[in-house]
Structures are given as C-alpha cells and as structure tokens.
C-alpha cells in the first residue's frame, strides 16, 4: 500500500504533512512518487492568499477523474481549506462536502486523525494499530519522544520544522489564519524537548520552532515559560547544531528573547520580524499595534543587542486604503532598514476576517503588482549590496543536500550558498570561502 501527501502554504504545513506520513507509514504505507500510484493520497491546504486557495482547488478538481477510474483510492483533504472546529471560526463542513463529493474524509490543520479513523473504519489497516499511530500525532499535545520520521528521511533530513504555538489570537484584520486554526495555544515544553530530541536522534541537525507569533510562546501557559527558556533547554540537546524559530511580532520582541539568542551558540543570529506596512494609519487599519517608528527602534534594538544578526521582514502592498503616499511611507521605511530578506505578498480579501468585512478591495490588481514590484526590485538591490560584502569571506554553512553537482545549505543568517565537492557534506558543517555574490545565493568553495 502507498500514500501520497501534496502539501501547499506554510511550514506548520510542512510539519503536519510530514507528521501524517509518519503515521502512515506505522501503518504499513510506503511513499508513492505521484497520486496516480497511491492507495491513499492527501492534499495540505493553505487559504492564506487567493492564489493558495486556487491551487489546491484547481488539484482537487483534477484528481476528481483519478477518483472516478480508481473508486477505491482514498482521498483526504486537509489543512486550512478544511479549518477548525472551535468556537473561534466555527466550520461546517458540509459546504465542503457538497462541493467536493469526491473527497472521502475532511481533516482540520494538524488533525490527521479522521484520516487513520477512516482507515479503520473500511478495513484498510488493523485498528489497533491505526489507534496508535492516532496517538502518536494527535494534534501536537502527546509526549512525542517516539516520534518517527518517515522512513525515507530518517538520518538523511537535516532540518526539520517543530510546531510549538499553534493557532492565533491576535485578530490582524488581513489574516484569517484565528478562523482556519483556532486560538492560539502552546504546547508544553517537555513535548517539544521530546520531539526536539528525538529528531535529533534521527539525524537532523537543525530544527525551527514555528508559531504565527512565536514569541508569544508560552504566554498562555503557567509558569512563567517564555521562547527565551524555551531555547535554553533546546540548546542542550546533543546533536542538535543549529535551532532557529518564525514568525515573530514586533509587540512581543522582548530583550530577554534578544540576549539568548546573542547568548546561545546554537541558536541561530536570524530573526523574522514582518512589518507588513510602512505608514501608521495602514498599520491601525491592519491592527497591528505598532507605529513604523515602534518598527525602526526595535530594529535597531535588535542590531545593538545581537551582532551579525541578520533580519528578515514581511510586507502587504495594496491593502485597502493604501494610498500612493502611504506606499511610499513603506518603501522608504524600507530603504533606510535595509533587511536582509522581504516577503512582498499583495493583498488578497481572506472570507471572514475584518479587513474583507469593513474595507473595499480598493486597489486595482495592476496598482498592486506595480507596488510588489518595486518593492522587490529595492529588496534586491539592498541584498545585493549587503551580500557582496561576503565576497572573499569564509562562512559557515550547514549542508542540507545536492543539487545537480553542486551541494547547497544555509549560513546561520540564512542565507543560501551552493558549492562543489565529491565529498559527502549532508548534514555537515561546511566552511565555504565565497566567490561570488547575488541577491539571493552566494557561491564558493569548501575549505
């Protein structure tokens, strides 16, 4: 038997597609290259952005005559397109059901349990077994010590995503990430030091803790836990050599998160911090909480606290209201920041969120692409710039793979760097003296 797992949008995505095919994989399954050879095929869903939503549509439509010649293949759909079952977004799914008759069984984020249920339920597997494998991924709240990677990435996946805050109640008035998982909820930290170690103990070499605010982890937990303890403990986990963590939020940025990621060896000097507009009535309209002026002090907090830090950001263009002055604000905030990344994103009406009930999508499409484009052109300039720098330098990079001949990883600021070598560098620690420089990759040779 074979399974199939197509998974679009975030890393929380990534994560809880991978923890699927754990599952499955304690139930016998085996990795299908496509869903035409799957007994059992998924599609992980993302409705943050218009563009998202009409990908996994546009896949589901097309595995409806796969489905129509193989009756007997299962088909699931999971992630945000599906969204949570809380009091918060509360999600009929018969719309859903009605709409896509040809899905056998629909699956909240990180609830791969329905799927495992069905399983059982049609004799598919044995169901005590497909009771362990539910209890082993239940929605990211079980001791994960025993945590299987599936069988084809054990001691070959160098960096692995850990989900630690998960959902989100903040209310930004663009996002509808509160509708599709829920309120925000951290998990214990002994979980994630299981899981941590336990991945660790697979061979991966870096893991990146994730929450839509992550630096909020722990806040709603007793205790006083805070992402700064947190990575304490991570740190001293052997084998682990790199840990880093996204997204954050400017409100919750706080010094002690500062000193240990200056103070830790292990924690990489990255840090993702999205802005998401440059002017302050675009800010209030999005609820945000802060002022650019709140924006560039913490910035600068960040660059005295930690050295070498490197920053990356997001940022909306076209948000309703945004007027050309305003655009300006955001750009110019921009120039004068000079991050290390952007993630230029125009804006797309989400259902249900405040921003889609209150404000007219008032910006015309080519308006927002013209805004997206200079944007990215200024970003690429800046990045250029800021990684001719490492010309003639030696930098440290954790090989994650091959690419055709050459081997790729990431520097601790998070920068890509490709070289050659015969040597097998995965999962290793390479020093690469570089020798040439562009806006998104750096190219050298191993020491």
């Given at each position: ?105 629909l699956m909240p984020p990180s609830e ?63 996002c509808v990430i509160p509708y599709r ?267």
């Amino acid at each position: 038997m074979k399974y199939y797992v197509w998974t679009i949008g975030c890393q929380m995505n990534e994560a809880d597609s991978r923890r699927l095919a754990s599952a499955l994989e304690r139930l016998g399954y085996a990795p299908a290259d496509r869903a035409e050879e799957a007994d059992v095929v998924v599609l992980n869903t993302c409705v943050v952005r218009q563009s998202a939503e009409d990908k996994a549509v546009g896949r589901l439509g097309a595995l409806k005559s796969l489905k129509e010649r193989r009756p007997e293949m299962v088909l699931g759909l999971m992630g945000c397109l599906v969204g949570v079952r809380t009091p918060v977004g509360v999600r009929d799914p018969a719309p859903l059901q009605k709409r896509f008759p040809w899905v056998d069984v629909l699956m909240p984020p990180s609830e791969p349990e329905p799927l495992l249920a069905l399983l059982a339920e049609r004799g598919l597997v044995d169901e005590a077994r497909a009771l362990e494998a539910e209890a082993a991924v239940r929605r990211y709240h079980l001791p994960d010590g025993d945590l299987l990677l599936p069988a084809h990435e054990q001691n070959t996946l160098v960096s692995a995503y850990i989900p630690i805050v998960l959902g989100c109640s903040t209310g930004c008035t663009y996002c509808v990430i509160p509708y599709r998982r829920g309120p925000e909820r951290s998990r214990l930290a002994d979980e994630i030091v299981a899981e941590a170690q336990a991945l660790a103990a697979q061979g991966v070499k870096e893991i990146t803790l994730l929450g839509q605010i992550v630096d909020r982890y722990g806040l709603d937990l007793p205790g006083g836990l805070t992402l700064a303890v947190l990575l304490r403990r991570l740190h001293e986990i052997e084998g682990l050599e790199r840990v880093r963590f996204l997204t954050s939020h400017p409100a919750w940025m706080t010094d002690e998160l500062l000193d240990a990621v200056a103070e830790l060896p292990k924690v990489c000097e990255h840090i993702e911090v999205p802005v998401q507009a440059g002017d302050d009535e675009v800010l209030a309209r999005m609820q945000r909480g802060y002022t650019a002026g709140d924006y560039r002090r913490l910035v600068a907090r960040i660059r005295e606290r930690i050295p070498n830090v490197s920053i990356a950001t997001d940022v909306i263009v076209g948000f309703p209201g945004e007027t050309a002055e305003q655009f300006q604000r955001t750009y110019d905030l921009l120039a004068e920041l000079r991050v290390d990344k952007a993630h230029i994103a125009r804006y797309s009406p989400r259902p249900q969120t405040l921003a889609a009930r209150k404000y007219p999508d008032d910006v015309p499409p080519e308006e927002k692409e013209r805004r997206r484009k200079a944007l990215d052109d200024l970003q690429s300039q800046i990045v250029g710039e800021i990684n001719a720098r490492l010309l003639g330098q030696t930098v440290e990079v954790l090989v994650e793979g091959k690419k055709k001949e050459r081997w790729w990883g990431r520097t601790r600021t998070d920068r890509l760097v490709f070289f050659e070598s015969d040597a097998d560098w995965r999962g290793r620690l390479a020093q690469v003296h570089i020798t040439w420089a562009g806006p998104w990759s750096l190219i050298g040779e191993v020491g």
